[in-house]
Every structure is written in structure tokens, then in C-alpha cells.
């Protein structure tokens, strides 16, 4: 079962990996969720609009929390997943030695495409009501 989690935890950072390779990003999306019913926050929060391409008949819920506070409990996970130390720390646990990598990865796209706003929200571009 570990190996399994590891290996999911890796398929997610392979999948922030292959942003710019479309063909790629969609196959490993579509492994990701393969016999999933349902997929919150992120990473999947990350490829809304590719996971509607995937699954167009999706129903898509946006929850929006005050930017504030839902900084405030994220600022410490994002500060701590990037000290080098937790990279050597994490190595043995299977699973978790991707974690600092997919939290970093989560940061990069999030600074080229901007935060999760109510913007990114579906419905704002019209795919959703």
C-alpha cells in the first residue's frame, strides 16, 4: 500500500511536470482520477480546466474562503516545503518524499498562472453555471 501512495504522490508531480505538454498532461490526469468519483482541492484544484476536457459532464464546485485566512493556514505548509532540510527528512517516507517537490511545483504554477481566485473559479470563464 505505501508503494501505491508513492507512487500516486509521483504521478502528480510527473503531472506538474508535463504542464506544457498537453498530449502528456492529459494522459497523466486522466490515470490520476481514473476510478475516482470526485477530486477536491489540490493538486486537482490546479487543472480545473483541463480535468473538464477530460470529463466534460463534470459538475464543478467553487467554495470561496476569505483570502485572508485561508493564507493564513497555507503560509506555514508553503515556508516549510521549501527549507531544504525537509527534502533529506522526507526522503525514507514513502509517499511523502514528494511532497516538498509537488508543494514547490504547486507554488511554480500558481506564480506563472496566477493564485486560486474566485476568477479561476469555472463559471467566471463560462464552461460552468
Known amino acids: 500500500m505505501r508503494a501505491l501512495a508513492a507512487a500516486y504522490v ?3 508531480s ?3 511536470a508535463a504542464r506544457h505538454d498537453r498530449p502528456r ?3 497523466l490526469l486522466r490515470e490520476a482520477t481514473a476510478g475516482f468519483v470526485a477530486i477536491t482541492d ?3 484544484n490546479c487543472f480545473v480546466g483541463e480535468l473538464l476536457e477530460i470529463y466534460p459532464d463534470a459538475e464543478v ?3 470561496r474562503r476569505d483570502r485572508a ?3 493564513k493556514s497555507w503560509e506555514s505548509v508553503t515556508q516549510q516545503a521549501g527549507q531544504g532540510f525537509l527534502n533529506w527528512f522526507l526522503a525514507p517516507v514513502p509517499g511523502k518524499r514528494w511532497y516538498p517537490k509537488l508543494v514547490t511545483q504547486f507554488l511554480e ?3 506563472k498562472w496566477g493564485p486560486m481566485t474566485e ?3 469555472p463559471e467566471a470563464d463560462g464552461r460552468t453555471q
Open 61 to 63: 464546485v467553487c467554495v
Open 25 to 27: 498532461l492529459l494522459k
Open 10 to 12: 509521483k504521478l502528480w
Open 119 to 121: 476568477s479561476k473559479c
Open 42 to 44: 489540490a493538486p486537482g
Open 109 to 111: 504554477q500558481e506564480g
Open 69 to 71: 485566512t485561508w493564507w
Open 14 to 16: 510527473d503531472i506538474f
